[in-house]
């Protein structure tokens, strides 16, 4: 996997370089229009909705210049989570968030004569109420990504986390350890709960990356603690899968993949503070044959240096050669103004 370099200045600037790969994006003066553009204003009905509450946004108080070429003739809306509206005759729109936390939410209007103003509204997304009652999680599934990796490939473990209480789980943690085939056993590591989850739902986790080392068949230990609140049933807490190691033998016939990220961009591309951001990242397969899974790190180096894993993404659906596939970094929340570097590998 090639590496990527970004960087996202927070209320400045995004781009990204590195050797292999470049995407820039730059912010320009621009001298005031002859006449000037129209004045967007926007306002919401609740700036402090619920997850799945609708939001109606409304920017019918905006204004054009004049009554002629500088009336505004379209309205294009950007809910700050990645969804938009395309432009349309409408100051009216409405939108409902699937995730809590600060949101900039934006309107561009636009006049006869290509002018824009915009915008926008901050909007703090509150999470869903707690249901009062007792959580109970189970990992219900889990499978390794390769599915047999190689002596010595890095290796990543999907796991299937599901509530059967009948309350919801705000915290949890999810212990890996791997028992090797000489009996040797090492801990992966562990992984969080992202969110809270609510009865009868499930969700899909990660264990940090490890290296598959010892050739044979190796037994994977999954367990899940520290509930917040605690629960009461933990017989059904832990669960153990096989994961076979295959002798490395060399290049398979035909040659291999080699994917690279080609570019990436950040949702929205100029966070403030303690907004929440979502990194888009573009990736392609220069190789010769198809890559079946590969895993994606993410990090940001702040301006003081200081580097913050962002997390860790997973191409589960084969990328041919010569096909590129827009994925996900998990969200993270912008902190320190300024500069950032966006790490990709």
């Known amino acids: 996997m090639g590496r990527g370099r970004g960087r996202l200045s927070l209320r400045t600037r995004v781009g990204l370089a590195s050797a292999g790969w470049a995407v820039a994006f730059s912010l320009l003066a621009v001298a005031a229009a002859t006449p000037r553009g129209p004045t967007a204003m926007l306002s919401v009905d609740d700036p402090t909705p619920g997850i799945g509450q609708i939001v109606y946004f409304d920017a019918s108080a905006s204004v054009g210049h004049d009554t002629g070429n500088g009336r505004i003739v379209s309205y294009e809306f950007d809910f700050g989570d990645g969804n938009r509206t395309r432009e349309q005759d ?47 999680l189970t990992p219900q ?65 990660y264990s940090p990356t490890f290296v598959a080392s010892g050739v044979g068949n190796h037994s994977l230990q999954i367990v899940v603690g520290n509930v917040i609140p605690e629960e009461k049933d933990v017989e059904d807490n832990t669960l153990t899968i096989r994961m076979t190691v295959l002798p490395a033998i060399g290049p398979p016939p035909g040659g291999t ?77 912008a902190a ?3 500069n950032h570097e966006l790490q990709i590998t």
């Open 257 to 333: 993949p080699d994917l690279a990220p080609e570019a990436a961009s950040t949702i929205p591309a100029q966070p403030v503070e303690g907004e929440t951001v979502i990194v888009s990242i573009t990736i392609v397969n220069r190789g010769s044959v198809a890559a079946n899974a590969a895993i994606l790190g993410a990090s940001d180096v702040r301006p003081n240096g200081t580097i913050v894993p962002i997390g860790t993404t997973v191409l589960t659906s084969p990328l041919a050669p010569g096909a590129s596939v827009v994925v996900y970094a998990p969200t993270f929340v």
């Open 336 to 338: 320190a103004a300024g």
């Open 90 to 136: 409408s100051p009216l729109a409405s939108h409902a968030y699937s995730l809590a936390g600060p949101r900039r939410a934006s309107v561009t209007v636009e006049d006869a004569r290509g002018n824009q103003g915009t915008a926008s509204v901050r909007i703090e997304v509150q999470p869903k109420p707690s249901t009062g009652g007792i959580p109970d």
């Open 141 to 205: 599934s889990a499978s390794t990504i390769p599915a047999e990796p190689i002596d010595g490939q890095i290796a990543i473990l999907s796991i299937t986390i599901a509530n059967h209480g009948n309350g919801s789980a705000d915290g949890a943690s999810i212990d890996v350890t791997d028992q090797r085939p000489n009996g040797t056993i090492l801990a992966i590591g562990d992984a969080s709960l992202p969110a809270r989850l609510d009865p009868e739902e499930s969700v899909v986790v």
